[in-house]
């Protein structure tokens, strides 16, 4: 219930981070299509991650300022959401999804792929700060798996020779 979510801004320290005037109105903007700002949670997140590429703690608690909610609203929905980062990444975030038609149709094979060809694992991003990779759920191509993501864009079916070709698209 709502009620009874915990109002944590004060406890989130917002110091030395300001929404860029462009982002805000962005953001009031994406408010005023709905009757409640919760609605707009999500989009406030990823338009303060389009600029800075992850959302740090310090944000959330100005994203809860701009829409009048509490920190810990805005939390939950950066925790719950996958694609919201909540820690730096690299220029490009390449997801890879480990759900079942893509478990069944070649994920292990494309990780192990991915794994060799950028020299990290999961949650680690290259020495060149060019890619981070991580595992997530569905991305809603099973019909074209093994599915991958780099950072908006979904590929699938991918097999491990795609790949080179594939990241050089993201210098
Ligand atoms: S299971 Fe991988 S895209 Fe749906």
Redesign the pocket.
């Known amino acids: 219930m709502m009620a009874n979510t915990p109002q944590t801004t004060d406890l989130i320290a917002s110091d030395g981070f300001e929404i860029h005037p462009a982002d805000e109105t962005a953001i009031l903007e994406e408010m005023a299509h709905y009757e409640r700002p919760q609605a707009a949670c999500i989009e406030a997140l990823k338009i303060i991650q389009r600029r800075h590429g992850w959302v740090p703690d310090e944000a959330i608690a100005a994203i809860a300022r701009v829409l009048d909610i509490g920190a810990g609203e805005v939390e939950g929905v950066a925790t719950f959401y996958s694609l919201i980062f909540r820690q730096p990444v690299g220029r490009h975030v390449l997801l890879i ?1 480990d ?5 069944l149709t070649g994920f292990d094979e494309l990780k192990q792929a991915l794994v060799k060809q950028l020299g990290i694992d999961y949650g680690q991003t290259t020495d060149d700060g060019r890619f981070t990779l991580l595992p997530v759920c ?5 019909d ?4 991958l993501m780099i950072d908006e864009d979904t590929y ?1 079916p991918v097999s491990p020779g795609d790949l080179p070709g594939l990241l050089e698209g993201y210098p």
Do not use: E, N, T, V
């Open positions: 999804c759900s079942s038609a893509c478990f569905c991305l809603g191509a099973c074209g798996a093994p599915a699938g």
